[in-house]
């Protein structure tokens, strides 16, 4: 792929993690013998970022060519957010645990940069779900969100008690500990953990997933967005908590109602040519079908 990338911003949290201060080390070096690149890092980097890496405040990084981030999945996340609406591409750079969204490896960023500027790349978009919160026929809240919206009871001693229409149709009532509605990019994150199927990122579907459901004949259910809606509502006199992929949490009250539809914004992904989500099944969830040997 040919594109030009001038500008790098770098996200990052982490300030003790060795692996982010090796990576903020090489991008520095690698730096100094291309100056045609002009490397942008988060200020929570600052301590650990060097000239001729620059310090900006988040807002800089919207106007970057690219976006390295270098953590966890939670990293990558952030980024994605940063870059919501401005077209900015993203690179994962895993100095986290599993890393599933973070493709590439500190150990190898140096040829990784090597790659970029050479055109050795392609890219992936990745669906993402515009929520929409409604107190009658007024929008009081939007988000958009590339894991997963979690319905959550607000009082945490409670139960999520929760009507789902699909489409203007009725779905079912869920009764259950909380409610995740996962993209195929969040089917990897809590979804995985609550039970729910991994869903390959080409797939344009979303998977409901009760966590604890209160019925053994509940499970989940992938389903389309394109073209069709899903909206839910407290079945019971309850506020709802609505959390946005970790970050945000909205208090749903009683009358209020979530529409969830397929965005027409998208993360871009950096996919370096080694990587790949069948690749990343094998190596960072060790998928396998049969049992290892001794």
């Known amino acids: 792929m ?3 990338f001038s500008k790098i911003g770098v996200v990052g949290f982490k300030e003790k993690s060795a692996d982010l201060a090796l990576a903020l080390e090489t991008i520095g070096n690698w730096a100094k013998v291309h100056p045609e690149v002009t490397f942008y890092a988060l200020d929570t980097l600052k301590e650990l970022s060097k000239r001729p890496i620059h310090v900006v405040k988040e807002s800089a990084l919207s106007r970057m060519d690219l976006l390295l981030a270098i953590g966890g999945d939670g990293t990558v996340l952030s980024a994605a957010h940063i ?8 690179l994962g750079v895993n100095a986290g645990h599993v890393g599933f969204l973070a493709e590439s490896r500190v150990e190898g960023l140096e040829k990784t940069l090597d790659d970029l500027i050479a055109g050795d790349f392609s890219t992936r978009d990745r669906m993402m779900i515009d929520a929409a919160v409604f107190r009658g026929k007024k929008c009081i809240a939007k988000q958009t969100v590339l894991n997963e ?13 929760v009507n789902v229409e699909y489409n203007g149709t ?3 009532e869920y009764w259950a500990d909380s409610l995740l509605i996962s993209t195929p990019t969040g089917s990897t994150a809590y979804n995985l953990a609550a039970g729910g199927p991994i869903i390959h990122p080409s797939t344009p579907a ?17 389903l389309s967005l394109t073209k069709k809606k899903v909206r839910m509502v407290s079945a019971v006199d309850r506020p709802l908590d609505l959390v946005f992929d970790g970050r945000t949490t909205i208090e749903m009250n009683r009358g209020e109602q979530v529409v969830l539809s397929e965005s027409k914004s998208v993360t871009t992904f950096i996919r370096m040519r080694h990587t790949g989500f069948v690749g990343a099944l094998r190596e960072k969830l060790g998928w396998t079908g049969k049992p290892r040997l001794a």
């Open 2 to 4: 040919t594109k030009t």
């Open 83 to 90: 870059a919501l609406g401005h077209n900015i591409p993203i």
């Open 149 to 161: 919206v979690h319905i959550r009871a607000h009082a945490p001693e409670r139960m999520v008690n």
């Open 170 to 172: 009725l779905l079912t």
């Open 206 to 222: 979303v998977v409901l997933t009760p966590v604890a459901p209160s019925s053994l004949s509940v499970r989940p259910l992938v």
